[in-house]
């Protein structure tokens, strides 16, 4: 008796819709609990005054903590193990709300060569812009334009 229902047609297409709709659902789901983990922002550099920084924004939303990827280079002479980013370093957003940073993990350092990631608070709701200024020998601000978050 099953085998004839799911064998007529109306009923082939029935199911067939229960599954679109599940697929859709898990896409859902999956794109709402991931939130801009999955966009790519653009890496950023500056070489001024002996030093070079290239950053690159990581995870970007008002759910979790942001994190940056920062690498510094000396070009010349300055030792980077003087450098604190938590105390030299904000971000801020396009009502330029200031954020310090809450912990910079060290990925691999020498005296001219650091890497490491810089974590801040979550980024105020539905902030479009967000700047990195880093007061370190010169200011240096790096900006990205945000989609804004809900």
């Keep these: 008796m099953a085998l004839n229902v799911l064998s007529t047609k109306g009923s082939r297409f029935f199911i067939l819709v229960l599954i679109c709709i599940g697929i859709y659902l898990a896409i859902i789901y999956h794109n709402h609990s991931n939130p801009h983990q999955a966009i790519h922002y653009s890496s950023q550099s500056s ?17 979790q903590a942001s994190k940056f990827k920062i690498t510094l280079e000396s070009t010349q002479n300055p030792d980077l ?47 479009p812009i967000i700047s990195i200024t880093i007061f370190e020998y010169t200011d240096r601000v790096f900006t990205w334009n945000l989609i804004p978050v809900d």
């Design 47 to 63: 070489i001024e005054n002996q030093l070079k920084i290239d950053i690159q924004p990581i995870v970007l939303n008002h759910t």
């Design 81 to 127: 193990s003087q450098l604190d980013l938590l105390e030299s370093t904000l971000l801020t957003n396009d009502k330029n709300t200031p954020q310090k940073p809450i912990h910079w993990t060290l990925q691999t350092s020498d005296p001219f060569h650091q890497t490491g990631i810089l974590t801040f608070p979550p980024l105020p709701p539905k902030s």
